[in-house]
């Protein structure tokens, strides 16, 4: 983990999924989006293999705090601009 960010990446073969947990508010659209990739009860808890990358980069764009971006490995499409944080959250 990166101490000074938060951040944890979990590398699969096509897609890198990094996580912050200082910015997750807990929406859970990662875990009713693509529960055999996120589940919180298992460690790892992201398994960024279990899915296809389409799927997942997917499910990471719908997160609403930005705690998860996805980096592609294999030459997919690139990720976009992480949601701008406001002052007041």
Known sequence: MN???GKKSY???SITV???A???R???ECVR???EVFDTGRRPWITPDAADAERLVDV???CPSGALQYERVDGGEPPA???RRHDHE
Do not use: W
């Open 18 to 20: 990094t996580f912050e």
């Open 11 to 13: 590398e699969g073969r």
């Open 33 to 35: 989006g693509l529960p």
């Open 60 to 62: 990471v764009r719908r």
């Open 3 to 5: 101490r000074s960010t």
């Open 26 to 28: 807990h929406a859970a």
């Open 22 to 24: 200082g910015r997750c």
């Open 81 to 83: 601009q992480p949601p």
